[in-house]
């Protein structure tokens, strides 16, 4: 049995004429400023590659050269991140993106899709969207869709994700090698989660760690969402706890949340890392800013964002075979982090 060739990419193309991948895009829309020789030499390594664009999918679709970006919070600056990368491939190949932001909920989450495919977007980035599998899928079959944030496996759509459970495993271990034991986690507990979204695998992640330490018992799982205010929330009942039931260190499950949790514990007196160790997500950039500075998990948002790109690029060339990426992270120790102190731990 004869082994498949590989479908050649636009990538291809733009190797083996000695060209950008942007000049290869501007051949195939007949943009303007295309010498004769560029479009020359770009049209011949198609024809030696045997590259096809799939003309007649970008027919149905109105050969738009924009992608749609999904998402749902605005106030995540993690998912601006995102759309860094993902507009800098798509700049690179002539595309457009255009952002589309719905209210929580799953109607207003498919009436906005539903308004991307209407207006003949080429494909979709959704980040983080909700609800069951089975609707991607049945989205997936009608659009080449690439979903950021959640895990696969999945057949008609690809997926970019943090490596969540080692991401989890770096924190509570960072945090055990200083020496906590009282180890809680900010665990959106929502319960519209799907098993493959990420705050279900990091809560997973965080419990398995918990467990490998013999910590099963101090498993804690703060309640509420990653968002600003929710943070503020859990802040605040981490506070009211008596002395002896607040943990000594938390995981704040991203940052966004980490931050509304650092706001409402030191409006209560409670200082960080001195009296509670504190650990993000995504490492945002406020994180980093020096009267913060938010030990975190790095997970590399512009390479996601461009990872997601390329897949769903290669997808609207013609790619049907799913493919699930992991992103591994990086732990970025700060100042929010530091061994308890004694009066802590002995309360």
């Given amino acids: 049995?004869?082994?498949?060739?590989?479908?050649?990419?636009?990538?291809?193309?733009?190797?083996?004429?000695?060209?950008?991948?942007?000049?290869?895009?501007?051949?195939?829309?007949?943009?303007?400023?295309?010498?004769?020789?560029?479009?020359?030499?770009?049209?011949?390594?198609?024809?030696?590659?045997?590259?096809?664009?799939?003309?007649?999918?970008?027919?149905m679709r109105g050969n738009s050269y924009t992608l749609g970006v999904f998402l749902v919070d605005l106030s995540n600056t993690f998912f601006s991140v995102l759309v860094e990368g993902i507009r800098d491939v798509a700049e690179e190949l002539g595309y457009q993106v255009l952002i589309g932001q719905a209210r929580h909920g799953l109607d207003a989450q498919q009436k906005l899709i539903e308004a991307m495919i209407d207006r003949r977007m080429d494909g979709l980035l959704l980040i983080a969207p909700f609800g069951p599998n089975e609707e991607l899928e049945k989205l997936g079959r009608s659009i080449p869709v690439v979903v950021l944030g959640r895990h696969g496996p999945a057949q008609y759509f690809d997926t970019v994700a943090s490596d969540d459970i080692a991401g989890s495993a770096l924190i509570v271990d960072h945090l055990v090698s200083l020496g906590h034991e009282r180890i809680s986690m900010l665990a959106n507990t929502q319960p519209d989660s799907e098993p493959g979204m990420p705050q279900t695998v990091r809560r997973q992640g965080y419990d398995t760690a918990m467990e490998k330490h013999g910590l099963a018992e101090h498993i804690d799982h703060v309640p509420g969402r990653w968002g600003y205010e929710s943070g503020l929330e859990a802040g605040r009942s981490i506070a009211n706890r008596p002395l002896a039931k607040r943990p000594t260190a938390l995981?704040?499950?991203?940052?966004?949340?980490?931050?509304?949790?650092?706001?409402?514990?030191?409006?209560?007196?409670?200082?960080?890392?001195?009296?509670?160790?504190?650990?993000?997500?995504?490492?945002?950039?406020?994180?980093?800013?020096?009267?913060?500075?938010?030990?975190?998990v790095d997970q590399s948002g512009v390479q996601m964002g461009r990872q997601a790109a390329e897949l769903l690029l290669s997808r609207i060339e013609g790619r049907s075979e799913s493919e699930h990426v992991l992103i591994p992270p990086k732990l970025i120790v700060r100042k929010t982090t530091s061994k308890p102190s004694p009066q802590v731990t002995t309360s």
Avoid at 278 to 292: K, Q, T
């Fill in 1 to 59: 049995m004869m082994e498949q060739l590989k479908r050649a990419t636009i990538s291809d193309v733009a190797e083996h004429a000695g060209v950008s991948r942007a000049a290869v895009s501007k051949v195939l829309r007949n943009a303007y400023g295309v010498s004769p020789a560029m479009r020359t030499k770009v049209e011949e390594s198609m024809t030696l590659l045997n590259y096809r664009p799939l003309a007649l999918a970008r027919g």
């Fill in 251 to 296: 995981h704040g499950g991203a940052d966004v949340a980490a931050l509304g949790a650092f706001t409402s514990l030191f409006d209560a007196g409670i200082r960080i890392p001195a009296d509670i160790s504190l650990v993000g997500y995504d490492n945002v950039p406020s994180a980093s800013l020096p009267p913060i500075g938010l030990t975190t």
